[in-house]
């Protein structure tokens, strides 16, 4: 391995782009760079035929018809359309909203939103390993509910909900069903008529699909599910969503999701002997905690906490040839650890040394060797440093001790 | 974020990482910070009992890349300083020195209050 060579491991916060994704996109640019709305010409017609192919490529991915597929810009706007659009079309049913403390911002800030304006919403908490309590689901449905909202897979730690049980309860309760995906399309297998899933949300730049655009699933067919519109215009998307659609985008979506499709299988079986060499090799590293469920689980992912160095500081001794995350208020913009891991009841020295770990498509087995190795480096040099890694060693209890916060 | 080659430099190779015996009387350790606010700092002064100037300086710390540096450039600093010198050491200095962003200066404060605790441990100690 070079020293030069950057290995990245944070494939949960954006992918590259396929090249053969790249290359679908391209004649849509310049050569076909007609308007999909245009239905008089045929610039039109070859952007609108592209658009009917990349919503089909998508539909097949999950098990959805192509007309039940609405373009956003993205998974946050798509997340926003299904909680807002429900939340506003629905609202002589009810006002009130269930969903979970460790969902994306996209959802928790919306339904913030929500509350402002006079909507109930219900956080529900996690266990340990990141899944909700189904009781505790259904407990909280009550004759107001129009909306669950539980993502399928987690970012930061790659738990995987049980959808279809969620879903059982849903549809008994007669309330809607909505997921961010962002995580999860692509990557694992799903059909949302299976799953019982009615509104979801996902990404095309999660799955080596470009940025800036994204999809909401609404199911047209048991039950037809309906959303207000958050934006005002031409009324494309069936009027769930106006503005002009981004061609080469969409299209690169589609090829994306095609490939997905095809190397799945293959690209999960991969990635989860990578995933589970990396995450062994690194256990043995003492006082290492793993943080997920070891079961239901994102076959990508891996997040540990290392304890007693901060996850930053940890990142700075190998970023020149790793990229990853941190749960460590130094790498968030909000100055906290990550409110992701704290509702799994860590504390918040935990939160701030953990990493997360995410490999994909185009990660080796060459360069799993060569993280193993940085990190563990970094871990030990950081300790060698760290004055409670020093007291823990000499046997002092840490929560004992009377500590001057700021 | 980039950081400047100074900090960098500081945090790749720290200076005066270590442990003095807390124990002996011209020896001063300040302990701040929380694990649960993502830094601790231990900073250790030895001071030479004729002369009254810090003879060596330590550290050890947990947290991010510029508390580390804040701390290791404190211990440079510290070195060949009397008490009172030590004690005007201000936080916007290490600012400036490793061009610290907004979002950092906390560790330079950290890295002061670590000072100023280990003088007083120091002095409190000594207190006739």
């Given amino acids: 391995m070079k020293n030069n060579q950057l290995i990245y491991l944070d494939n949960s916060a954006t992918t590259p782009c396929d090249p053969r994704v790249v290359e679908a996109m391209v004649p849509y640019f310049s050569q076909h760079f007609g308007n999909a709305a245009s239905r008089n010409h045929s610039f039109g017609w070859a952007a609108e035929g592209a658009v009917d192919k990349a919503r089909k490529q998508i539909a097949d991915l999950i098990g959805a018809d192509p007309r039940e597929i609405i373009f956003t810009s993205g998974a946050t706007e798509a997340d926003n359309l299904a909680i807002k659009g429900v939340a506003e079309m629905y609202k002589r049913k009810g006002n009130h909203i269930i969903t979970a403390e460790t969902e994306h911002k996209a959802v928790l800030d919306t339904c913030k939103a929500l509350e402002k304006e006079g909507y109930e919403v219900t956080y529900l908490k996690v266990s340990r390993q990141g899944l909700v309590d189904l009781a505790e689901l259904e407990a909280a449905i009550k004759p107001t509910t129009i909306l669950v909202s539980l993502m399928f897979a987690n970012n930061e730690i790659g738990v995987v909900q049980p959808m279809k049980a969620i879903s059982d309860i849903c549809v008994k309760h007669e309330v809607l069903f909505m997921s961010d995906a962002t995580q999860a399309v692509g990557k694992l297998p799903i059909n949302v008529r299976e799953l019982g899933i009615h509104l979801m949300a996902f990404s095309a730049h999660k799955m080596y699909g470009p940025k800036g655009v994204g999809v909401l699933y609404v199911s047209r067919k048991s039950p037809r599910v309906k959303v207000t519109a958050q934006m005002d215009g031409g009324g494309h998307e069936r009027g769930m969503r106006s503005g002009t659609l981004n061609v080469p985008g969409i299209v690169g979506f589609g090829k994306a999701a095609e490939l997905c499709q095809q190397e799945m299988e293959a690209e999960a079986t991969r990635l989860s002997k990578l995933r589970d060499k990396l995450e062994t090799e690194l256990m043995k590293v003492e006082e290492v905690v793993f943080n997920g469920h070891p079961e239901f689980r994102m076959p990508h992912l891996t997040n540990l906490s290392f304890k007693h160095v901060e996850g930053e500081g940890l990142m700075m001794t190998f970023n020149e040839n790793i990229a990853l995350s941190s749960g460590s208020a130094c790498t968030s913009a909000s100055l906290e650890p990550s409110y992701v891991l704290k509702a799994l009841g860590l504390g918040d020295d935990l939160a701030h040394s953990s990493l997360r770990m995410s490999l994909g498509r185009f990660t080796t087995e060459e360069e799993v060797d060569f993280a193993i190795k940085a990190i563990r480096d970094g871990v030990n040099h950081m300790r060698s440093l760290s004055p409670i890694w020093e007291m823990y060693q000499e046997g002092i209890d840490l929560d004992a001790v009377e500590w001057s916060e700021h | ?128």
């Avoid at chain 2, 694990?35 to 250790?44: A, F, K, Y």
């Avoid at chain 2, 004729?50 to 701390?71: H, L, P, V």
């Fill in chain 2, 1 to 128: 974020m980039a950081y400047s080659d100074k900090l960098l430099d500081h945090f790749k190779h720290p200076k005066n990482v270590g442990t003095l015996d807390k124990a002996k009387k011209n020896v001063g350790t300040g302990l701040v910070g929380a694990p649960e606010c993502g830094d601790v700092m231990r900073l250790q002064i030895e001071i030479d009992e004729e002369s009254g100037i810090i003879k060596d300086a330590k550290f050890k710390t947990f947290g991010c890349g510029s508390a580390i540096a804040s701390s290791s450039l404190a211990t440079e600093w510290l070195k060949g300083k009397t008490i009172n010198e030590a004690a005007s050491i201000d936080n916007m200095d290490i600012v400036e020195e490793l061009e610290l962003p907004p979002v950092k200066i906390h560790c330079s404060v950290l890295a002061e209050d670590a000072i100023k605790s280990a003088i007083k441990d120091y002095q409190e100690k000594n207190a006739k």
